[in-house]
Nanobody, 114 residues
Framework: QVQLVESGGGLVQPGGSLRLSCVVSGRLFSITDMAWYRQAPGKQRELVASITAGSTGNYADSVKGRFTISRDNAKNTVSLQMNSLKAEDTAVYYC????????WGQGTQVTVSS
């Protein structure tokens, strides 16, 4: 069973930066499209960014130009660099396959507040 372990969240002021990481178990990581999702309180989980096996990134309009998704196939890791953070980026962030598994990791909390 694939395991997803997210880390890197925290409390940051508006305009600040954070880098999230997700370690993914399994031998097929390098050929699997991956994604970051987030869920804010009272809202549905939404797709933030995705990355193909060939490392092409795609972004939600709300984060385009501020967030960068990347992957390191040697380390089975997908990362999300988040710059110019806004209060509305506050959420629990999850990584998963681009077509999500039926289960999720524990996520990592990102809070943007002064």
């Amino acid at each position: 069973q694939v395991q997803l372990v997210e880390s890197g969240g925290g409390l940051v002021q508006p305009g600040g930066s954070l880098r999230l990481s997700c370690v993914v178990s399994g031998r097929l990581f390098s050929i699997t499209d991956m994604a970051w999702y987030r869920q804010a309180p009272g809202k549905q989980r939404e797709l933030v960014a995705s990355i193909t096996a060939g490392s092409t990134g795609n972004y939600a309009d709300s984060v385009k130009g501020r967030f960068t998704i990347s992957r390191d196939n040697a380390k089975n890791t997908v990362s999300l660099q988040m710059n110019s953070l806004k209060a509305e980026d506050t959420a629990v962030y999850y990584c998963n396959l681009r077509i999500p598994l039926r289960y999720w990791g524990q996520g990592t909390q990102v809070t943007v507040s002064s």
